[in-house]
């Protein structure tokens, strides 16, 4: 999977623009997200979901798995934010549903809760794509050399190089343990099935991490000393068609925003 990614970063057709522009403009789009009303948020996901697509042609199965990764995570956390416990003899006019009832107590479904859930579902969906937009246009290390000149804290850099390594590691012993897991008919019976999975569990964490560590132990024999170093590189000035497009992209949100406010 890093090796897709490295090699649609390569190929983009947004090769040629300054990653430092590419980087202001994302950091722009993450404000909008994070200062907009949903629809902006979800004006934003589908225009960059329909720009990775069409104009970068990238495979919609490989982006749906890629947003399907912090999905996941995401609504797995989505229950602790929309259930909510409360007595049966308090007047609560924040149920939307009711889903258990256990003596004087009730575990229901809250109408705030939903609401805060649908805002986090649309502002953390939105962001991911803006910075996955931004990981398949530009190559890593080149992300990496503009953050270095944007004055980033070293400290921030090295975080990023280790979870960049340590998030494929991750998923290239996921992909090798569930064919192992899958050969051996981990999935006959529910019961085996939830004893394979967590045995896989088990074996993913402790093969990623003892693969992290022997990463750290290369790292320092190769003369690592708490800090790495970029190249510099010729800078280059963004084509104006890159700008012109971007501000255009910005007017347009912008005014969708105040739109929404004043509607």
């Not at 022997?214 to 963004?238: I, N, P, T, W």
Request: aromatic share 14%; hydrophobic share 50%; proline share 3%.
């Amino acid at each position: 999977m890093n090796i897709q990614i490295d090699t649609l970063s390569y190929n983009s057709r947004f090769r040629k623009v300054p990653p430092i522009y590419k980087i202001i403009f994302t950091i722009l789009l993450c404000v909008m997200v994070f200062l907009s009303h949903i629809p902006v948020q979800i004006t934003i996901f589908l225009g960059v979901f329909v720009f990775l697509c069409c104009y970068e042609k990238i495979p919609v199965g490989v982006l749906l798995k890629w947003i399907a990764v912090p999905s996941l995570f995401l609504f797995a956390s989505m229950p602790a934010i929309i259930l909510q416990v409360s007595n049966l003899n308090e007047i609560n006019s924040d149920i939307w549903l009711s889903i258990i009832k256990i003596d004087n107590w009730q575990i229901y479904i809250s109408e705030s809760g939903l609401g805060l859930a649908k805002a986090i579902i649309f502002r953390s969906l939105s962001l991911f794509i803006c910075v996955f937009a931004l990981v398949m246009t530009a190559p890593f290390n080149e992300i990496l050399h503009a953050l270095h000149k944007m004055r980033t804290p070293q400290v921030l850099l090295d975080i990023l190089v280790g979870m960049y390594r340590f998030i494929f590691i991750f998923l290239r012993y996921a992909g090798e343990l569930y064919m192992v897991f899958q050969s051996r008919g981990g999935n006959v019976t529910w019961k085996r099935t939830f004893h394979s999975v967590g045995l896989v569990i088990v074996q993913l964490f402790m093969k990623t991490f003892e693969k992290y560590k022997r990463m750290l132990l290369v790292m320092e024999s190769r003369g690592f000393h708490d800090q790495l170093y970029y190249a510099d590189e010729q800078r280059k000035m963004a084509p104006r068609k890159f700008t012109g497009g971007a501000l255009f992209i910005l007017f347009i949100l912008i005014g969708l925003e105040w739109w929404c406010r004043g509607s």
